[in-house]
């Protein structure tokens, strides 16, 4: 069992205190987001449910560009965690066993077109992981992380900043690169959303925008 303290959203997933009756507490690594930031979030959060954002007209102007097009819905394809890949890396699956999958509700062709975003936990650590039972055990030390990621382990632990991420594989070994580019492309899309709703008089007053 492993505990948290509340509301840390960002957490080492290789870091913690071992306690008695072998309880694992996990430690933040970063502060929580500035308020202009959460609240700013909040209102997007909102506007999405409300259709008032703009994401299709910029999700389209994105599609434009060969490398950032969506790969293909028959190319999102999630196995059981303990299915390991068959082939080298990054080779299409071709040689996997499609029982192996885990059965999802089916996506429509227009799927493609819309932008879905999740607010969570976010577990980082130093290495990238590729192995789906390692990456199930990660979520559930961090009490239900949503990704793993490595690039925010790099961000001064003292500015408050909002980690968004564009989520790219399922961090098991059928992992490929296929669709990082398309990721890249709907989380910059999505931080420009955010960025819209938030006024200059906001960011001049966050923490770590004035030179000292
Ligand atoms: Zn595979």
């Known amino acids: 069992m492993c505990w948290l303290r509340k509301n840390e959203n960002v957490v080492d997933h290789g870091r913690g205190r ?3 009756n072998g309880q694992f507490e996990m430690v933040g690594t970063m502060q929580n987001p500035d308020w202009g930031l959460t609240n700013a979030l909040g209102i997007l959060a909102s506007d999405h449910e409300l259709s008032r954002t703009t994401y ?3 999700l389209a102007r994105l599609k434009c560009h060969k490398k950032f097009a969506h790969p293909g819905l028959e190319r999102d ?3 059981r965690a303990r299915y390991c890949h068959v082939g080298e890396y990054g080779s299409n699956c071709v ?3 499609q029982n192996e999958l ?3 509700p089916p996506r429509a062709e227009d799927d493609k077109n819309k932008l879905v975003f999740h607010r969570g ?3 980082n650590g130093n290495s990238v992981i590729q192995d789906g039972e390692l990456r199930d055990q990660i979520s559930a030390r961090c009490h239900g992380a949503l990704c793993v990621e490595v690039e925010s382990a790099g961000v001064d632990v003292n500015r408050r900043c909002l980690v968004i991420r564009g989520i790219s594989d399922y961090a098991d070994s059928h992992k490929k690169d296929v669709w990082r580019f398309h990721a ?3 989380a910059a899309e999505f931080t420009r ?3 819209r709703r938030i006024q200059p008089g906001v960011v001049k007053n966050m923490e770590g925008t004035t030179e000292s």
């Open 18 to 20: 071992s306690k008695v």
């Open 56 to 58: 299709r007209g910029q």
């Open 77 to 79: 394809r999630l196995f």
């Open 95 to 97: 040689a996997c066993d």
């Open 102 to 104: 885990v059965q999802r």
């Open 121 to 123: 936990r976010i577990a």
């Open 184 to 186: 890249a492309g709907n």
């Open 193 to 195: 959303e955010l960025l």
